[in-house]
């Protein structure tokens, strides 16, 4: 199974008087743009996770559901509590594991630095952390079980990385 683990997109500033309940903070019109030219350069390459799963955190729902407009078959998007910031990874690896049984990629969708962990977490490095991006993707191979330590980091890109620039966004369902 491939698992997509992404950092939210580019939101507004952390502590804005505009947002006091941090929860509710959103995208900026330029990260929901910057981020639907990623996948769809990302979606061409073969990204084609058939469940999202993400933080209920607004922020990363607006993420979960842009990834959802901009891929070719529009797949489910779910929120699941693991995925907020210092979730129960153990209760998420478990269900990952069941949705393995129907899907062949899924993504998960959450915060910093919680995404740098599990990914070093999954790839066997508990006690390190991986530096996500705003928006960055990370790919993961589990030929198991999706369990610590069982996965292969196959890659991690930004925007930035693989030259995927607002202006150049063609999609429609940018919101």
């Not at 900026?28 to 990623?38: D, S």
């Not at 919680?114 to 996500?132: E, H, K, M, Y």
Request: net charge neutral; charged share 20%.
């Amino acid at each position: 199974m491939d698992l997509y683990i992404i950092r939210h997109a580019w939101a507004g500033q952390y502590g804005d008087p505009e947002w006091p309940d941090d929860t509710q903070r959103p995208l900026t019109e330029k990260g929901r743009k910057r981020f639907a030219a990623l996948v769809g350069i990302l979606s061409r390459r073969g990204m084609t996770p058939s469940l999202i799963a993400t933080s209920p955190i607004v922020r990363c729902r607006e993420t979960a559901q842009i990834l959802a407009q901009n891929l070719i078959d529009r797949p489910e998007v779910i929120q699941r509590q693991e995925l907020l910031p210092h979730g129960d990874l153990e209760s998420l690896l478990a269900w990952s594991a069941q949705q393995a049984e129907k899907h062949r990629q899924i993504a998960w969708v959450g915060h910093a630095p919680d995404v740098g962990q599990l990914t070093a977490a999954l790839i066997g490095q508990p006690n390190a952390s991986i530096r996500f991006a705003k928006g960055a993707v990370a790919a993961l191979r589990f030929s198991g079980p999706v369990e610590i330590g069982g996965g292969e980091l196959r890659w991690l890109v930004t925007a930035k990385i693989i030259g995927a620039r607002e202006d150049e966004c063609q999609s429609t369902n940018v919101q």
